[in-house]
């Protein structure tokens, strides 16, 4: 009997799903792919949308040049899975059956109760938040002036917050725009995750944009004109973005699926299996268990990794073999601020078989660093898209 696999979302994890699925499984199965959205987005790359929205005829990829003919896709939101029917539920009233369910639907903002933040921020976790960050702050510049420039507050210095604040830095000098930005971070350094070398060149960096960096101190509460940070500091804004963490999906607090309280983030073992028979999670959408007392980090590259896997297990758990544990392995990190680039421990590969920190230093920049950043989204996109598409998207990365 030809088994139902039903992979949700087009993100990372989704879309990587998807492809590994194919690959291992082929005509085996019978595939369906559900998202709300008709295309895949290269999320890491969607800040560039903010100073460029044409950017997103490179970074935005329609379901139909990514999946097979054979793999059906439905357009639709998920409303819920049931576990017992073993159906997905959808909000045009019509479900789905399945043998195995891939759960990658993502994450969404999390606001951490913050006063006001959720009302009055803008996030950046889909093509429409890229294109309404840019026309916020075109419409903010239009109305500012020299003596009374325009207020951004971007909120949060990690990946996506210091990515940003380097596009609307972009956007500035290219309009010659009367913009202020601010970045701010409550914890003591940008780019928390980081060592100390990476965030001082960050620093450094974003410093040398004329982007205004403010540590050490929360943001307490948010109205609509201003930004309070810590006891006494008061940032008035015209366009506020929040980058500052994440959560799970609505939908999934309503998943009969052993979760995290807090966050509802699914819980899945090394091989991604839930608390469900036939139910997959990865991605962002899931706590992935690994070594020691923290799970997989929810971040691009562990998604990608991730996918490729899931396929391989989805074939072994048909024909009732042992599942492969997934290890997640750190490949480094490359941060752009702008055109420019910054990369830490940066791990050899097929093409180049030295630690790269021996020949350009660890962190390093420069046109390696942009290179290398180009290379990692160029790469994916031809993984999930073919090289054509990643020759188009090539110059805007």
């Not at 949700?8 to 199965?29: C, F, M, N, P, Q």
């Not at 935005?60 to 998920?78: C, G, H, L, Y």
Request: charged share 30%; aromatic share 6%.
């Amino acid at each position: 009997m030809t088994e139902n696999v039903v992979v949700l979302g087009s993100g990372y994890a989704g879309a990587g799903a998807v492809k590994s699925i194919e690959k291992k499984l082929g005509d085996r199965v019978d595939l369906t792919w559900v998202s709300d959205v008709d295309h895949h987005l290269v999320l890491h790359e969607a800040h560039r949308c903010i100073r460029n929205p044409r950017v997103k005829e490179k970074i935005a990829i329609p379901v139909d040049d990514i999946k097979k003919p054979s793999t059906r896709f439905v357009q639709a939101e998920v409303t819920n899975v049931d576990t017992d029917e073993q159906v997905v539920e959808l909000d045009d009233g019509t479900e789905v059956n399945y043998d195995y369910c891939v759960v990658g639907i993502g994450s969404q903002t999390a606001f951490f109760g913050i006063e006001g933040l959720q009302e009055h921020a803008l996030t950046l976790k889909n093509l429409s938040d890229a294109l309404e960050i840019h026309d916020a702050i075109k419409e903010a510049a239009r109305d500012a002036t020299r003596a009374d420039p325009a207020q951004v507050i971007v909120g949060g210095a990690g990946l996506s917050g210091i990515q940003s604040a380097g596009e609307i830095a972009e956007f500035r000098d290219m309009h010659r725009a009367p913009i202020d930005i601010h970045l701010v971070e409550g914890l003591d350094n940008v780019f928390p995750p980081g060592k100390p070398e990476i965030q001082a060149k960050l620093d450094e960096m974003l410093r040398d944009r004329d982007i205004q960096i403010h540590t050490g101190e929360f943001i307490g509460e948010v109205d609509d004109e201003t930004v309070y940070v810590g006891d006494d500091k008061e940032l008035d804004y015209d366009v506020l973005l929040w980058t500052g963490g994440i959560t799970g999906q609505n939908v999934a607090e309503k998943l009969d699926i052993g979760q995290d309280e807090r966050s509802h983030r699914l819980h899945a073992s090394s091989s991604f299996k839930t608390s469900e028979p036939g139910v997959f999670a990865i991605g962002d959408s899931a706590l992935v268990d690994q070594p020691g007392d923290e799970p997989a980090p929810p971040t691009a590259q562990a998604a990608w990794d991730a996918a490729e896997i899931v396929g391989e297990n989805i074939k072994r758990d048909i024909n009732d073999q042992p599942l492969q544990e997934w290890r997640y392995k750190d490949k480094g990190t490359v941060v752009s601020v702008g055109d420019e680039a910054v990369a830490q421990d940066i791990k050899p590969t097929e093409a180049i078989d030295i630690p790269i920190a021996q020949v350009l230093g660890n962190p390093f920049d420069g046109m390696a660093a942009e290179t290398l950043k180009k290379g990692i989204a160029a790469r994916w996109i031809n993984k999930v898209a073919g090289p054509s598409h990643a020759a188009k998207a090539w110059p805007d990365m």
